[in-house]
């Protein structure tokens, strides 16, 4: 058999041209810049956001939660004061002050003699006390410079000798700056005892300028040493209570107010690029991770425009609600219905890709909840009992039980994060489950609105209430079916029976595949009598006049009809989906062999004969149950044109039909297994052996057989007597 393995077909269908893959990667970038834009920037700031350092507090400003939070202030003022408590660190007295300043006094002496010992009769006293008093190492005062020139000679050599020896002491001391003062006081302990007052006044006053620190601090040790104990302060939290004020009504407004704001998500902080490439790398790991599960598992969904714009618009709608109301109205977000984006999801698209979403969408909410733990589960909890109980065109029972379910996963949530609290505020608790259960109906609710929103604005969305409403027998197209092709009507019931039997089986759309049955065959009414489920007893086939070519474009234009009148109709796409792909691009046999037959007589060869002409416009099956309505159709069609006599019959002619379907590719294009044909053909026999079992004739119905025909066959209905009419049955 040349049936091809699922996941063979899928990777045939897993390659993207260069046009699709810019698609994609424009959807992804249009989706990672619009959700950061939504979680980062304020559309409608509060009063709250707009205060500043100085503003008097419009109103009193409480902690909606507890919340605890790491203070920059706190923490940079802690570290300003360990980092002023380091002591300076000096490095080794430098000898090289001490030789600096000997020098400094040598030429400062030697000046003074030069002053003293001056001859010019022109220099009076006054001018050279303003000579020595101009000298820039020393500072000394009027008295000071009379008292070295009024000294004597040989007391000024001693006193030169003195200033040096006290010059040297004070130097091989460590002199640091803070220190200097005290040394130059104590001067005068280091001059001998032997010098009298007047010379040691002039010592003192030469020696107290010339000393100098000679003991620096070491900058780079003490900055290191600072840094370090800066590093090593740890981090100050705040703690606010719940219910605690903030700042009251008329208070400055204060940085620590606003700093406290600021991590209550109530202002955004003033360096905002951080947050900003926080958001976008969290973001796009998230789009990532998601973009990677819909290549491997959700591949058509990424083919799918509509899909992927559903998907980003509605997920961009929830985050920008959760942002709305987090992480300051905490309480609010508890109602707020995020499970309605997994009902949706799951209703319209995939259960298992809603599971994906939910997981994504509470991973997004927990972000902008501050990496809140409660909120996570929530979300999670909530969305996956949804997806576990809502499945593709899911009825409306399913949907409102799904609102009870959330609302019990709400309430089981709450409950379990209030336990684990210290206090237990009776109030508080009602609020949250209150808003839970109002949750879980919002969910619902919401979730039946979009649906019916979306159903009669577009027929890309089929809902259960859609295809409730075309079950009804009473629904035009099917009151015309009845009417004008009753054999086809009756066929088309006993497809459903079959297809919807085996659709339970495998897990396929029971539902889906009942309503496509329905609607499959609806082109052959427009030319019922063309058809062999539609021709009266006795009447010869309409076929039997008309050239191969013409009766093999009737049979196919029942296709190319019912995809006519289920537009006029306004039949979804899904049902039509079943129209064009019940034949795939099968040849209608009888009519070909016809043709060639007539060719070989005419001296053609087959070659001569266009196979187009005689094949269905397809496409071939896509999905699972449109495969099933084609095995089904086709089944129940040779069974009934065979008429088996036994349950061995009916079973070899099903094997045939869906071994002929699998070699000619018309599979291919589905998800089918091989343990899916085989549960298909089991479900088949099981409903074929009873309606086409044997019956016991008995002696009144052989007596009834037995009487001759002796009327003529009533006129053919006004549709047959004109123009050329539609495709019967397939001939097959």
């Known amino acids: 058999m040349s049936l091809r393995p699922a996941w063979r077909a899928s990777r045939a269908n897993r390659t993207f041209s260069k046009r699709e893959i810019l698609k994609l990667l424009a959807f992804a970038a249009a989706f990672i810049a619009a959700a950061v834009t939504i979680l980062e920037i ?35 003022a802690k570290r300003d004061l360990e980092e002023n408590r380091v002591p300076l660190y000096y490095s080794r007295p430098n000898p090289e002050a001490a030789r600096t300043q000997r020098a400094v006094a040598d030429s400062v002496l030697s000046f003074l003699d030069a002053v003293r010992a001056d001859p010019d009769p022109t220099l009076s006293a006054d001018g050279k006390l303003d000579w020595i008093q101009q000298i820039e190492a020393i500072s000394l005062s009027r008295q000071d410079a009379a008292a070295i020139l009024n000294l004597p000679e040989s007391p000024w050599l001693d006193a030169k000798q003195e200033i040096r020896s006290v010059l040297d002491s004070a130097m091989r001391q460590e002199i640091r700056d803070s220190q200097l003062i005290s040394v130059r006081r104590r001067l005068n302990l280091l001059i001998s005892s032997d010098v009298p007052d007047a010379e040691a006044a002039v010592i003192t006053a030469i020696v107290e300028d010339l000393v100098q620190p000679n003991t ?40 620590e107010t606003i700093e406290t704001l600021q991590a209550m998500g109530l202002q955004e902080p003033e360096t905002r690029w951080q947050s900003y490439a926080s958001t976008f790398m969290y973001i796009t790991l998230l789009t990532v991770l998601l973009s990677v599960y819909l290549v491997k598992f959700q591949l058509p969904v990424l083919k799918d425009n509509r ?17 709305a109301v987090l992480p300051n109205q905490e309480i609010l977000f508890y109602a707020l219905p995020t499970a309605a984006l997994t009902m949706m999801v799951a209703a319209l698209i995939d259960s298992q890709l809603a599971l994906m979403i939910t997981l994504t969408m509470g991973l997004i909410v927990s972000y902008v909840g501050g990496g809140s733990l409660e909120l996570l589960i929530y979300v999670i909890f909530g969305g996956f009992i949804v997806a576990l109980n809502v499945g593709k065109l899911a009825p409306l029972n399913s949907l409102l039980w799904a609102g009870v379910y959330v609302a019990i996963s709400n309430t089981i949530v709450i409950l379990m994060f209030r336990f ?3 206090s237990l505020d009776l109030f508080d608790l009602l609020t949250r489950l209150g808003s839970g259960w109002l949750n879980g109906v919002l969910s619902a609710g919401l979730t039946l609105l979009l649906l019916f929103i979306l159903g009669n604005l577009t027929d890309t969305v089929t809902t259960y209430i859609q295809l409730l409403e075309l079950s009804r027998p009473t629904h035009p197209l099917l009151s015309d079916l009845l009417r004008r092709a009753p054999g086809t ?90 129209i064009a792909e019940h034949h795939g691009t099968e040849m209608v046999r009888y009519f070909y062999h016809k043709a060639v ?106 007596n009834e057989t037995a009487i001759p025909d002796t009327g003529p066959l009533p006129p053919l209905p006004l549709a047959i007597q004109g123009a050329l009419p539609a495709p019967a049955n397939d001939e097959r």
Do not use: W
Request: with cysteine; hydrophobic share 40%.
């Open 489 to 578: 009507y009756h066929h088309s019931l006993l497809v459903g029976n079959l297809a919807e039997n085996a659709a339970e089986r495998i897990g396929a759309n029971a539902f889906l595949c009942r309503i496509g049955a329905y609607y499959h065959d609806v082109g052959k009414m427009l030319r019922p009598y063309f058809f062999t489920e539609n021709t009266p007893p006795g009447l010869l086939s309409l076929h039997n006049n008309l050239e191969p070519e013409v009766s093999a474009k009737i049979i196919t234009s029942h296709v190319t009809d019912g995809l006519e009148l289920a537009k006029k109709y306004r039949l979804p796409s899904v049902i039509r989906a079943f």
């Open 307 to 323: 899909k992927l714009i559903f998907l980003s618009v509605t997920m961009l709608v929830f985050t920008a609600a959760a942002r």
């Open 216 to 255: 620096f601090v070491d900058e780079e040790k003490t900055a290191e040493e600072r840094q370090a104990v800066r590093d090593a302060v740890e981090p100050v939290f705040r703690t606010l209570e719940k219910g605690e004020v903030v700042v009251r009504t008329g208070e400055r407004v204060s940085r």
């Open 42 to 76: 304020q559309l409608f700031p509060s009063a709250l956001s707009q205060l500043k350092v100085g503003d008097i507090a419009p109103q009193d400003i409480i902690a909606p939660n507890s919340i605890s939070y790491q203070s920059e202030l706190a923490t940079e």
């Open 597 to 702: 037959k007539a060719a070989e007589a005419a001296g053609k060869d087959e070659m001569s004969v266009d196979k187009l002409s005689f094949t269905y416009p397809g496409p071939i099956p896509q999905s699972k149950e449109t495969a099933i309505l084609m095995l089904a159709d086709a089944s129940e069609a040779t069974v009934r044109s065979v008429e088996p006599q036994s349950s061995e019959e009916i079973d070899r002619i099903i094997r045939r039909t869906i071994d002929n379907r699998m070699k000619s590719g018309q599979l291919d294009a589905c998800d089918l297994t091989m343990h899916d044909l085989e549960q298909i053909r089991l479900a088949f026999i099981d409903v074929l052996q009873g309606v086409s079992h044997p019956r016991v004739k008995y002696p009144e119905q052989i």
């Open 420 to 422: 684990l609290e210290n």
